[in-house]
């Protein structure tokens, strides 16, 4: 008797595949299926076998956070700021520190 696996969540492919599916949805049409599959198809043709480092954030982003946390920090809320802005402790850590040292 074979066992049927779960669908890994985590698949950076089928990520692509839900998430091209669902701008396809959100432009009108009915079934993003097939663009989908012909985007990650297209991905996999150039950047297959690649180390592809995708960012959480850009620079716009970044920046944010750095003003939100320089305006924000009390010097007790550390992890408060870190759960709210969607980081990690340790880039608020970093962000007070280059933020001291500058002053």
Do not use: C, W
Not at 33 to 60: F, H, K, N, Q, T
């Amino acid at each position: 008797m074979s066992q049927t696996r779960k669908p890994d969540p985590h698949d950076p492919l089928r990520i692509l595949l839900e998430e091209a599916a669902a701008v396809a949805r959100a432009f009108g049409l009915a079934s993003g299926d097939d663009l989908s599959r012909a985007l990650v198809d297209r991905l996999m043709l150039r950047l297959g076998g690649s180390y592809l480092y995708v960012p959480r954030r850009v620079g716009a982003d970044r920046q944010r956070v750095r003003e939100e946390v320089a305006r924000r920090f009390d010097g007790t809320n550390t992890r408060a700021l870190a759960l709210d802005l969607g980081v990690t402790v340790r880039y608020v850590q970093q962000i007070v520190k280059d933020a001291q040292r500058r002053t």
